[in-house]
């Protein structure tokens, strides 16, 4: 199948977004598929030649690139399809898709449906409409589809991949100073961008304080920064959070670890006793599903969050993690406690966690589902 693969959202940026383009990129090249992919520009050297960069920056640019430089690609080509990463390129594959009769499918992740705009709403609504094919990350994703007036045959749920064999074994570098911090205590991990939807600062102020009570030694590491390349999210958390660290007295329970490598990340979920991603209902912002729940599983580490977006399609509410109510901090507390006092529970919700990602979200999986999903497409 030949594919021209079109996607603002791809690394060096970070998100999960990105994290599902670039290795749904790579998966659908290594499984024998021709594909170029035309992204969005960077400071980077890129020694892929079938990875094609708009020359400007902008959001702007990249459409009118992506739809000049797709046009000039496709006479090689010959695409059997279009696929778009996010909805920010949909305008130039819906051009392109009428000039060259090919179809296109767009990658739908829960917010994009969402934000609000008058004119956004129209123009999203209008593309989605017209897309021969929807890949969505979840349910609750497909069923906000579905009330935007998107025909549910056009949609299929394909969930998002994870590297299974990073956690083939327990790495032994990495980290090394927070592990000497992190001995005999009890451990925290939160993992994301730091936006007002992942409830980070609420679970400081409301939940923290409680389980410093009942586990005087536990530590809670936060790793990642403010979404300041986003172009949804401008609000700059960590600052907030971490005023709020001090001011609440949580300055040797709580640390803010920003970006962290590849190496210490790993590390640290092997570390971790509970992952936890308290995610908070906010109009017009949703958790698509969330990878970072099967990469703790994968990592020996159970799992609290709560029943946000597509959440629970990724956590199995007794099975692989505990789930709250979001905002329902008490129960976020009693769920965080009672697994910390039970490594038994943790290691079989952790199993569980990974023998259902080894199944079902490793990525040579997800790359068939979307290889399928385009055969289907095309067969129609």
């Known amino acids: 199948m030949r594919i021209l693969f079109l996607s603002w959202n791809f690394p060096p940026a970070l998100g999960g977004i990105e994290y599902v383009v670039d290795h749904l990129y790579r998966g659908l090249k290594g499984s024998g598929h021709t594909v170029k992919l035309l992204t969005a520009r960077a400071d980077v050297a890129d020694e892929d030649e079938d990875l094609i960069r708009c020359p400007k920056s902008g959001l702007k640019n990249y459409v009118k690139f992506a739809f000049f430089e797709g046009r000039r690609v496709a006479k090689r080509l010959k695409p059997d399809v279009i696929l778009n990463g996010s909805i920010a390129s949909a305008p130039a594959a819906w051009m392109l898709s009428k000039l060259l009769g090919v179809p296109y499918i767009i990658l739908m992740h829960g917010s994009d449906i969402l934000y609000e705009g008058w004119i956004y709403q129209r123009v999203v609504r209008f593309l989605s409409r017209q897309a021969d094919g929807l890949a969505t990350n979840s349910k609750h994703t497909r069923d906000l589809l579905v009330e935007a007036g998107c025909k549910p045959e056009r949609i299929q749920i394909i969930h998002p991949g994870v590297c299974v064999e990073n956690f083939d074994s327990v790495p032994t570098t990495g980290a090394e100073k927070l592990v ?96 936890v991603l308290p995610v908070l209902d906010i109009p017009g912002d949703v958790e698509g599903f969330g990878i970072v729940f099967s990469e703790a599983n994968l990592a020996g580490t159970a799992n609290v969050a709560t029943r946000s977006g597509g959440i629970p399609e990724a956590v199995q509410d007794g099975v692989t993690g505990l789930l709250a109510d979001p905002g329902d901090f008490d129960s976020l507390t009693e769920h965080v406690c009672s697994l910390l006092g039970d490594e038994g529970r943790r290691r079989g919700m952790a199993e569980a966690g990974a023998v259902r990602a080894r199944e079902c979200f490793a990525w040579e999986v997800i790359t068939r589902e979307y290889a399928d999903f385009c055969e289907t497409i095309l067969q129609r």
Do not use: C, T, W
């Not at 409680?210 to 949804?232: H, M, R, T």
């Not at 609440?248 to 962290?260: Q, T």
């Open 180 to 275: 000497v911090q992190a001995e005999g205590r009890k451990v925290l991990l939160s993992v994301g961008r730091l936006i007002k939807r992942k409830g980070i600062l609420e679970f400081v102020e409301q939940v923290m304080p409680d389980v410093v009570k009942q586990y005087p030694e536990v530590l809670y590491y936060v790793v990642g920064d403010d979404a300041i390349q986003s172009l949804a999210h401008k609000e700059l958390m960590k600052d907030r959070i971490q005023k709020r660290v001090k001011e609440l007295g949580l300055e040797k329970h709580v640390e803010l670890l920003g970006k962290v490598n590849d190496a210490d990340l790993f590390r640290l979920y092997f570390l971790a006793d509970i992952f």
